[in-house]
């Protein structure tokens, strides 16, 4: 029996939508009254506490996702790949997928570097502005990226140790780990492939239990984590770079038009229709700044809302999450140039066309997390003699564009699902799973 807990009943019966949407307002009015750069209700250090109290269930909510996105993710994987009975399925999805989500991220970047040359947001940066950034340099953390070779970064696909990429949250690998378990799995006899995937099916629905649980804080986690950011940065940091704040959102709006157009062309599913059916794992992207929080919501949603067939979803969602970073892309793109703009920094031809590269390879297989993209960024921006006290600049609106971009990154992923849907809908076989796995078992 189905238990009424689940997500789709979240999803169907108790608009969640509707309810992030509430909390999201809720959060955000509530921090400008309280925030020091508002309307200050309280003293700064009461407004300090408030936002600590205040954010953690969303904190909790957090943890619980986190608590569970390793087994979740390779589960899925595991049973996207070997849970068919088409043994040829990963290897039609993926010389498509692939290839679409290298395209998608390149046209992410190209959009980024169109606005951003266009817009030309440094010649709107205030001088006053330049001449405090060098005070916050101490804050800014340049080295958590490791800067490999395009060798090492080949041989790291393959992961060495699993114990090890799993304690760093290393989803790429753990990624490629599931990919190479579930290929070996189709190479096993029925019944040993049967019992393995009958205990992988046992672990994704114990994970998904847990998300269930998760979900039930999820406006509660909005409200919290929204009043909390607003509190803590109120609208001046918004209005110091406010060129560059919207020269970002446009970008992003661009690409979420560009979307919109890959699933009516492709995908053949109505731009209203779609953004319709996605709204919920929007609105939770755009709270969480986490692609990885949002991952099992995907699921679902493109499942039950987008009619996406299991075992699509199953590899694409986790998969997506990881390397399928678009509006990350966009975001390092605009970012760097913006701060060339700034510091006078002529680029040549050939070095733009080295940062589009290193954007695009930078922004696959980084974590799902928030405020992975300013660690990514200052990553890049050492390439390209642009100096680092820059992002201190742009530190301070960081969460709010983290936000944003993480809903095109999970858009991206759902558009990727009703792309590939179409594309190989009528060759997957729906009667390779026993049980169903993204169901919770009563």
């Known amino acids: 029996m189905t238990s009424h807990f689940s997500i789709e009943h979240l999803l169907n019966r108790k608009r969640l939508w509707l309810q992030i949407i509430i909390a999201l307002v809720l959060g955000v009015s509530l921090g400008l009254l309280l925030s020091p750069k508002g309307a200050a209700l309280v003293s700064a250090p009461v407004a300090e506490q408030i936002a600590q109290w205040v954010a953690l269930p969303g904190k909790v909510f957090l943890a619980l996702i986190q608590m569970v996105v390793i087994p979740l993710v390779l589960s899925s994987i595991i049973l996207g790949v070997a849970g068919n009975k088409d043994t040829s399925f990963l290897k039609k999805v993926g010389i498509r997928i692939f290839p679409y989500f290298v395209l998608t991220t390149f046209v992410a970047v190209l959009i980024g570097l169109m606005v951003v040359t266009i817009m030309e947001p440094g010649n709107y940066v205030d001088n006053q502005l330049l001449t405090n950034i060098s005070t916050q340099t101490d804050n800014v953390q340049i080295s958590q990226l490791e800067t490999k070779t395009l060798p090492d970064r080949v041989v790291s696909i393959i992961p060495e140790n699993i114990t090890r990429s799993t304690l760093d949250r290393d989803m790429f690998a753990v990624v490629m780990y599931a990919c190479f378990i579930g290929i070996a799995l189709t190479t096993l006899s029925l019944k040993q492939k049967t019992l393995l995937l009958e205990i992988t099916q046992a672990a994704q629905s114990l994970s998904l239990r847990i998300v269930n649980w998760a979900m039930f804080l999820a406006p509660f986690a909005v409200f919290g984590l929204l009043c909390d950011i607003t509190i803590r940065i ?29 699933a009516k062309v492709v995908g053949r599913i109505s731009p209203l229709k779609f ?12 709270s ?19 009619g996406v067939k299991k075992p699509i979803s199953q ?90 971009r993480t809903v095109l990154n999970v858009t991206g992923d759902l558009t990727a699902c009703v792309v590939m849907n179409r594309l190989l809908g009528e060759d997957i076989d729906m009667h390779a799973h026993p049980v169903t796995p993204t169901s919770t078992q009563a």
């Not at 953004?275 to 755009?286: E, G, N, P, T, Y």
Request: hydrophobic share 60%.
């Open 288 to 306: 969480t700044s986490s692609s990885a929080a949002v991952m099992p919501l995907s699921m679902r949603t493109a499942e039950i809302e987008l």
């Open 234 to 262: 109120g609208i001046d940091a918004l209005i110091g770079v406010s060129a560059y704040v919207g020269t970002v959102l446009v970008g992003l709006l661009i690409l979420l038009l560009a979307y919109l157009v890959i």
């Open 275 to 286: 953004l319709s059916a996605i709204r919920s794992a929007q609105l939770l992207a755009f």
């Open 315 to 404: 590899f694409i969602i986790p998969l997506g999450a990881t390397i399928n970073m678009d509006g990350t892309a966009l975001y390092q793109v605009v970012a760097a140039i913006f701060l060339t703009q700034v510091f006078g920094v002529q680029l040549s031809d050939n070095q733009i066309i080295l940062l589009i590269l290193t954007t695009v390879g930078a922004s696959i297989g980084s974590p799902s997390t928030p405020g992975v993209g300013i660690v990514i960024l200052a990553s890049v921006l050492a390439n390209f003699g642009i100096p680092a006290a820059g992002i201190a600049l742009i530190l301070g609106v960081d969460r709010i564009l983290d936000m944003c």
